[in-house]
Nanobody, 128 residues
Framework: AVWLVESGGASVQAGGALKLSCKMH????????IAWYRQTPGKEREAVAA????????VYSGSAKGRFTVSILNANNSVYLQINSLQPAGTAIYYC?????????????????????WGQGTQVTVSS
């Protein structure tokens, strides 16, 4: 089974921080490139960061470096996204997705169409 479930989204003030969680089936966790994306109404999903948990090395989009941090917890089959210094532009639905593991190293993780499965998303709202 391939399932991913995001949680941790909330409404926060600008300057605040959140830690989002993506829990998944063990097989998904061990065998896939897991990426975080975000999406605002009317726009395409934007890649934020990705990691292959079995051989952890995180990659970040240019806009994500510095404020986003990905971590994992093997015991929970979970990938986390720490977001610091949130700004209103960060308001979006945040998704995690699973793709073939090689996409974590080839740059394919930045292409939403290559992902086989997605979670339902978690809403982050940042007010000024």
């Amino acid at each position: 089974a391939v399932w991913l479930v995001e949680s941790g989204g909330a409404s926060v003030q600008a300057g605040g921080a959140l830690k989002l969680s993506c829990k998944m089936h063990r097989t998904t966790y061990n065998n896939n490139c897991i990426a975080w994306y975000r999406q605002t109404p009317g726009k395409e999903r934007e890649a934020v960061a990705a990691i292959y948990p079995a051989a952890p090395r995180t990659v970040y989009s240019g806009s994500a470096k510095g404020r986003f941090t990905v971590s994992i917890l093997n015991a929970n089959n979970s990938v986390y996204l720490q977001i610091n210094s949130l700004q209103p532009a960060g308001t979006a639905i945040y998704y995690c997705g699973a793709a073939k593991q090689r996409f974590c190293y080839s740059g394919g993780w930045k292409k939403a169409g290559l992902f086989q499965s997605w979670g339902q998303g978690t809403q982050v709202t940042v007010s000024s």
